[in-house]
């Protein structure tokens, strides 16, 4: 049977109990990020003006170049077995190199062709993620799906700098795109905080996780991110299960799951604890401020909210979620080095 279908009873899969802890005296203090590289502002420069480039779509059969839009399907093999995490299917990156896998997107530019498939054998480099694989001659089957020529305008040309509006000259420009970053850093911060919050609150009420539960969460972000896809494309159930083997062993992986899964039951206890309320308004507003960033409106989110009772429950679980962080965040004391308290 194929590991995208669940065998696990709802018996193993009962959440351990947990007595809410205290919120209080909660306070952490988030170190001082690291500055701005040129690297990064570069890097963001570089998005702004791919933002901007004018676009074409290649035909089948056409030769892929540095710099391309791509959408690909992508399944690794390393000593004769399947990479973990490496199956990607409708994956869309620009063809330039990547750290991790030096070589890779070069060899697509220099062989590729739209509607095609192509192996790409190269050797995983000292730092690559999975360390028993590091330094191994690895070969990647991929299939492109299809491209975008991409041609971006002179970077100092005066049309380029009107259409991005963020000044007159380059160095304008980048000036204020360093600002625009140190925001958005800025607002990881407090991502961190809230992080370091939930970890405290998480380590005032130890859980004992069955393995059987990390398991079964672990096999659904598998089926989420390849599982489901590996079916439609026709893989057998024995690499199916080897990819899955991936995600089960891996510790960093595995790590993750547990502490989210004990932060959401501690949060769980500390909702009935204090008896927080989610009326409509306030289940709305949450799910509202949460998926602003994604562009979605308050009419999107009303919609979704009545789409189907699957969406209506996911979205409710997010939101009792949601709701209870904010309550913890009230609580807690941040304190960020280099600023006042906050």
Same mark, same amino acid.
């Given at each position: 049977?194929?590991?995208?279908?669940?065998?696990?009873?709802?018996?193993?899969?009962?959440?351990?109990?947990?007595?809410?802890?205290?919120?209080?005296? !909660?306070?952490?203090?988030?170190?001082?990020?690291?500055?701005?590289?040129?690297?990064?502002?570069?890097?963001?420069?570089?998005?702004?003006?791919?933002?901007?480039?004018?676009?074409?779509?290649? #035909?089948?059969?056409?030769?892929?170049?540095?710099?391309?839009?791509?959408?690909?399907?992508?399944?690794?093999?390393?000593?004769?077995?399947? !990479?973990?995490?490496?199956?990607?299917?409708?994956?869309?990156?620009?063809?330039?190199?990547?750290?991790?896998?030096?070589?890779?997107?070069?060899?697509? +530019?220099?062989?590729?062709?739209?509607?095609?498939?192509?192996?790409?054998?190269?050797?995983?480099?000292?730092?690559?993620?999975?360390?028993?694989?590091?330094?191994?001659?690895?070969?990647?089957?991929?299939?492109?799906?299809?491209?975008? %020529?991409?041609? =971006?305008?002179?970077?100092?040309?005066?049309?380029?700098?009107?259409?991005?509006?963020?000044?007159?000259?380059?160095?304008?420009?980048?000036?204020?795109?360093?600002?625009?970053?140190?925001?958005?850093?800025?607002?990881?911060?407090?991502?961190?905080?809230?992080?370091?919050?939930?970890?405290?609150?998480?380590?005032?009420?130890?859980?004992?996780?069955?393995?059987?539960?990390?398991?079964?969460?672990?096999?659904?972000?598998?089926? #989420?991110?390849?599982? %489901?896809? =590996?079916?439609?494309?026709?893989?057998?159930?024995?690499? #199916?299960?080897?990819?899955?083997?991936?995600?089960?062993?891996?510790?960093?992986?595995?790590?993750?799951?547990?502490?989210?899964?004990? !932060?959401? !039951?501690?949060?769980?206890?500390?909702?009935?604890?204090?008896?927080?309320?989610?009326?409509?308004?306030?289940?709305? #507003?949450?799910?509202?401020?949460?998926?602003?960033?994604?562009?979605?409106?308050?009419?999107?989110?009303?919609?979704?909210?009545?789409?189907?009772?699957?969406?209506?429950?996911?979205?409710?679980?997010? +939101?009792?979620?949601?709701?209870?962080?904010?309550?913890?965040?009230?609580?807690?004391?941040?304190?960020?080095?280099? +600023?006042?308290?906050?």
């Amino acid at each position: 049977m194929s590991p995208v279908v669940s065998t696990v009873s709802e018996e193993a899969l009962k959440l351990p109990s947990v007595e809410a802890p205290s919120l209080e005296g !909660i306070s952490v203090r988030v170190p001082t990020p690291d500055d701005l590289t040129e690297e990064e502002l570069l890097r963001a420069f570089h998005e702004k003006r791919r933002d901007l480039a004018t676009t074409r779509e290649r #035909q089948p059969g056409e030769s892929l170049e540095p710099g391309d839009d791509v959408q690909l399907n992508i399944v690794g093999y390393c000593d004769g077995h399947l !990479i973990p995490f490496s199956a990607r299917f409708g994956m869309k990156t620009e063809l330039a190199p990547i750290e991790a896998l030096p070589g890779f997107c070069e060899a697509i +530019a220099e062989g590729g062709k739209v509607g095609e498939s192509m192996q790409v054998a190269l050797e995983l480099p000292d730092n690559y993620p999975v360390e028993s694989m590091r330094g191994k001659p690895a070969r990647f089957l991929v299939d492109i799906i299809g491209a975008h %020529q991409v041609t =971006m305008s002179p970077e100092t040309s005066p049309e380029f700098l009107e259409k991005l509006g963020m000044g007159a000259t380059l160095d304008e420009v980048m000036l204020r795109l360093r600002d625009e970053l140190e925001d958005e850093g800025a607002a990881e911060l407090w991502v961190q905080a809230r992080d370091m919050v939930l970890d405290e609150v998480a380590r005032r009420a130890p859980v004992e996780l069955p393995p059987a539960l990390v398991d079964e969460e672990l096999r659904r972000r598998w089926v #989420q991110a390849e599982g %489901q896809a =590996m079916v439609e494309y026709q893989f057998d159930v024995d690499e #199916q299960r080897e990819a899955l083997q991936g995600w089960l062993t891996d510790p960093f992986t595995r790590a993750d799951a547990e502490r989210r899964l004990h !932060i959401g !039951i501690v949060l769980k206890a500390v909702t009935e604890a204090e008896k927080l309320q989610l009326t409509p308004e306030k289940l709305e #507003q949450l799910v509202r401020d949460h998926t602003a960033p994604f562009g979605l409106t308050a009419e999107d989110v009303h919609a979704a909210l009545r789409e189907s009772p699957e969406t209506t429950k996911r979205l409710t679980e997010l +939101a009792w979620y949601l709701l209870a962080v904010e309550h913890v965040m009230n609580k807690a004391k941040v304190t960020f080095e280099g +600023a006042e308290e906050g």
